[in-house]
């Protein structure tokens, strides 16, 4: 089948409830310039789906005032060309006015899960996340939606939100895709100085490394965070935060508390002006495997 383009709700609508007479739909929600990570989740829904549609779309509301919105990459040829080469069945790449009508005035928000880890430094940012994903659930209809955990925090805000709107939407995480040097894949890597890039790397090496103390039995937090802490502070990268919290609920440990067989492990940290995430679930997720740069 050749790639379909819509550009208007009316299309993508049309475009999904057709598909879904073929089988099931599956969808890949993103803000474009696409990387193996992305495709990853294409493949993902590939697999439980007979049609896969990936939406690209720069989601303005998910953007503090004095964050990249303007900045943001964008190429939606490339990404395209990508999708083609990956078999993406439809592609829905709508302009701003189309999933904000003029005049709108809804958002849609989660409490709690989106008041900790990244919710603090980006007050609006979860609230624009799921007013878009819902509106393209209920663009996309019934639907397998493929989520990457590099945006852990994010899938399980949306896992929430499906489950608390009655979406029929079945909501599916996808691990986390790294350069060969262990570098979590994200479209922001695109800013990166090779300076900035090289300690970047601090981040997974530090996960790394604190897994390893869980898999040796450590479970006091602070304990577990150290690793994190050294390795961000040998390259001077700035810290939001590096915290561990409970995987489900996001309620964030103390320093002191231990935590249990299974934990989130999640860093936010700045390069020069890029905001890097990275984490991994202590006791489920494998250590990052990092490689030194050549
Ligand atoms: P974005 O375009 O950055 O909004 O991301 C769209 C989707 O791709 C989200 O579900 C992300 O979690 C996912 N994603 C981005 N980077 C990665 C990665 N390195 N590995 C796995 N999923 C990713």
Not at 20 to 34: F, K, N, S
Not at 203 to 227: D, Y
Not at 228 to 246: F, K, N, T
Not at 272 to 278: C, E, N, P
């Amino acid at each position: 089948m050749t790639l379909a383009l819509c550009r208007t709700v009316g299309e993508f609508r049309q475009a999904c409830d057709q598909a879904r007479r073929r089988g099931p739909l599956g969808l890949v929600p993103t803000m474009g310039a696409l990387h193996e990570g992305h495709l990853a989740l294409v493949h993902e829904a590939r697999k439980r789906a007979k049609t896969v549609a990936v939406s690209i779309f720069v989601n303005p509301t998910q953007f503090g005032p004095a964050e990249d919105l303007e900045s943001y990459p964008r190429d939606l040829e490339g990404d395209l060309q990508k999708c083609r080469e990956v078999g993406v069945d439809v592609v829905f790449a709508p302009a701003p006015q189309e999933m904000y009508p003029v005049g709108e005035r809804t958002r849609v928000r989660v409490t709690s899960l989106t008041e900790v880890l990244c919710g603090r430094a980006r007050p609006v940012h979860f609230e624009g996340v799921t007013t878009i994903v819902s509106k393209l659930f209920a663009v996309a209809g019934p639907c397998v939606a493929v989520f990457g955990r590099k945006d852990y925090q994010q899938l399980k805000v949306i896992e929430r939100m499906a489950r608390d709107l009655l979406l029929p939407v079945e909501v599916v995480g996808h691990a986390i895709v790294r350069e060969h040097d262990g570098l979590a894949l994200s479209s922001r890597n695109a800013y990166l100085s090779a300076d900035e890039r090289r300690r970047a790397l601090a981040i997974a090496r530090g996960l790394a490394a604190s897994t390893a103390l869980f898999e040796l039995g450590e479970r006091v937090v602070a304990a577990l965070a150290q690793p994190v802490v050294q390795s961000l502070a040998s390259v001077q990268l700035e810290v939001d935060y590096i915290s561990l919290a409970e995987p489900e609920t996001l309620v964030v440990y103390e320093p002191h508390d231990s935590v249990g067989e299974r934990a989130l492990l999640a860093v936010a940290a700045i390069a020069g002006s890029t905001r890097l995430i990275d984490n991994v679930v202590l006791g489920e997720d494998p250590a990052p495997s990092v490689r030194p740069t050549e």
